[in-house]
Structure formats: C-alpha cells, structure tokens
C-alpha cells in the first residue's frame, strides 16, 4: 500500500536516548531523517513532542524554533512541549538485597536533611494518543517515533480504522508489540550515515 497522506508523532525522549545504541557519540538530525523517510512519501504534518524544564534554557528555545522552520532551513515539526515533572525520592527497590532502602545524597547528614528528586516526561503518551486519534480523518499512514507498548491500544485502534503503520526508530528499546503491527518499519540503525549530524 502506497503513503499518500502521512502523520509523523515523534516521542522526543525516546529518539534522544536510543541514539546512543549507534555509539555514544552520535547524533542524528530531524532535518536529514525527515528527507529519508519522505522517500516513500511526502509527511503531511509532524510533531515533535517532549518534556522540558520551566523555563526551558535558551538553547533548547534555539532548537525548538529550528525545529519548526520551514525547508530550507529547518524540518517543519510542530514542537509540543510539557512540563518535567519533579518526583520526590526517600526509598528506592534494592535487586541485589530484595528490599526497598530509603536512600540520602552524599553530602547530607541525616536523611531529613535530603531533598532529592527525579525529574521524569510527563504527558507525551498521552499527547501522542491523542494526536492520533483526533487527526484521524487528515491521513492515511502515521509514522512514529517511539517503542513505548503504552502507545498499544491507540495504535490497535487506528489499525482497525483502515490506517497504514509505520515507525521510525532505532534497533532499541522498542516494543515487540508495536513491531508486531507495524506495516513497515524504518530501522535508523540500517541508515544512520545519512542522518547523523557533521
């Protein structure tokens, strides 16, 4: 089945780590996969969705509006931004003694003394589903960047609606469950030359 009309959801935190399954010095650019995985049809829209501090530093805001730059300059993405959100921490699971230890930073005498926390994406799966299901009518085939299984149920939902799947990711991280449905799958790992940065 040919591409006619294509939507591209890109889960942002999912790209940015599992980059690092090339080598941990690589970086690839939106721009350059964009043009790759337009070879088998132009994208209609895409959006780029991911958590940021408040406020976001000026060089995110540099990339963010690079990002959403028309060609020549930039690859047209829609950016969607969320909240980090912050995650009190005072216990974590230990594996190795099947326990859960409360946990204090280095420098902090007691643990009443700590304040840590994790900062964690908020949002995105939530911002992709909804995404798909309400630009339903506008394509034909979404491409997606993500290997997060939550993603399952809005997927099998679009599929049962006659629409093409296809993802664009990386050799890692991705869930069997979504390989299992795709009808194609653009492994970046097999062309990450041509999409790296210089």
Same mark, same amino acid.
């Given at each position: 089945m040919e591409r006619h009309r294509a939507?591209?959801?890109? =889960?942002?935190?999912? $790209? #940015?780590q599992a980059q690092f399954s090339i080598d941990k010095n690589y970086r690839f650019d939106y721009k350059k996969l964009r043009? /790759?995985?337009?070879?088998?049809?132009?994208?209609w829209r895409a959006y780029y969705l991911n958590s940021t501090p408040d406020p976001a530093n000026d060089i995110?805001?540099? #990339? *963010? %509006?690079? $990002?959403? %730059?028309?060609?020549?300059? @930039?690859? +047209?993405?829609?950016? &969607? $931004?969320?909240?980090? +959100?912050?995650?009190?921490?005072r216990s974590a699971y230990c594996l190795n003694c099947e326990a859960k230890?409360? /946990?204090? @930073?280095?420098?902090?005498?007691t643990f009443e003394q700590c304040h840590l926390v994790k900062e964690q994406q &908020? @949002?995105?799966? /939530? @911002?992709?589903?909804?995404?798909m299901l309400s630009l339903q009518d506008q394509y034909d085939s979404l491409l997606l960047s993500s290997g997060d299984g939550?993603?399952?149920d809005g997927v099998d939902y679009i599929t049962q609606q006659g629409k093409r799947l296809e993802l664009v990711v990386f050799d890692h991280g991705v869930s069997t469950d979504l390989?299992?449905?795709?009808? &194609?799958? *653009?492994?970046?790992?097999? #062309?990450? =030359?041509?999409?790296?940065?210089?």
């Open positions: 939507l591209w959801l890109i =889960d942002a935190g999912y $790209l #940015f043009r /790759v995985v337009e070879t088998d049809g132009e994208i995110q805001n540099e #990339f *963010h %509006s690079w $990002l959403r %730059s028309a060609p020549p300059r @930039g690859p +047209k993405i829609v950016t &969607k $931004l969320y909240q980090l +959100k912050q995650l009190n921490i230890v409360r /946990v204090h @930073g280095e420098n902090c005498d &908020k @949002g995105i799966d /939530v @911002g992709i589903t909804t995404l939550d993603l399952l390989q299992a449905r795709a009808d &194609k799958i *653009h492994w970046i790992n097999d #062309f990450a =030359d041509q999409v790296g940065r210089e």
